[in-house]
């Protein structure tokens, strides 16, 4: 008899283009959520939504081509959620439990090399459109590019989304490890990771116990510019919409009886 081990990382389909402008965008959404105590914070609702979509909906608004989304606990509830858009790829990460490493690594294994990555956990519900387009616009070839927000004492400090240039992501790869991601890459080579200031869009929180959320209410600004929403958020094209005011999401699950959908505020991790 003979055992076939499962892929550490199961992929699915891209069906739309991969080829485009910008940045693939990755959103790290693999954790149980367990300092929460409500599930994966995926699958956490603010004003009918999901956060994951929310976060992927900012993404796509904001200029990246495409998005790649790592799951693990909830897999399929969020691959169910996110099924329908040809421009979102779900990868299951079945080390998921080891951190965000691991789902880090998961993530860039399925983009592939010679491609510019953004990566952000779910958790940052407080992530717009207008904040991705600021990176975006921000990034340079060869660098890192990070959002920073300030805190209490005006101390810039870095934060997600990060953009990596092409010839970092193999490197980030190695890198991650544990819950670490990839903070200590960042941390050796700080002299050419860019920051760019966000703390006019965004605080730069996340969701990581029950105290936190409160920052759901962030979630419908999702797709509209920060300015837009009243806290920190942004999109493209006024609303994000589709010009009869629905988003991609709410197109795609027209009627498909997906009431849940969600968004949150700050940077984090999967966890």
Do not use: Y
């Not at 490493?101 to 998961?106: E, K």
């Amino acid at each position: 008899m003979t055992t076939e081990t499962a892929p550490e990382c199961v992929q699915g389909p891209m069906t739309g283009s991969a080829v485009g402008r910008g940045p693939v965008g990755l959103v790290l959404a693999a954790g149980a959520g367990r300092r929460l105590g409500l599930g994966p914070k995926a699958l956490l609702r603010g004003n009918g939504r999901t956060l994951v979509e929310c976060l992927v909906d900012a993404l796509l608004s904001g200029g990246c081509r495409n998005v790649t989304v790592v799951t693990g606990a909830g897999a399929e509830e969020v691959a169910t959620i996110l099924r329908g858009s040809d421009q979102v790829r779900v990868a299951r990460n079945r080390r998921w439990a080891e951190g965000m490493g691991s789902s880090l690594q998961c993530g860039l294994q399925t983009i592939g090399p010679g491609t510019d990555v953004l990566v952000t956990p779910v958790d940052r519900p407080g992530i717009c459109a207008e904040e991705v387009e600021r990176l975006i616009a921000a990034h340079r070839p060869g660098a890192i590019t990070a959002a920073a927000h300030r805190d209490e004492q005006g101390q810039l400090r870095r934060g997600h989304p990060v953009v990596f240039d092409a010839i970092w992501t193999a490197e980030v790869v190695t890198a991650a490890h544990d819950d670490v991601g990839a903070r200590q890459l960042l941390t050796a080579h700080r002299d050419i990771v860019e920051l760019v200031d966000c703390s006019d869009l965004d605080d730069g929180e996340d969701i990581d116990v029950p105290a936190d959320l409160h920052r759901l209410k962030l979630l419908d600004r999702s797709t509209r510019h920060c300015s837009d929403g009243g806290s920190r958020g942004g999109g493209r094209g006024g609303d994000g919409s589709d010009g009869n005011g629905r988003t991609a999401f709410d197109t795609i699950n027209q009627g498909a009886g997906h009431a849940s959908r969600g968004s949150g505020a700050r940077p984090a991790s999967g966890r």
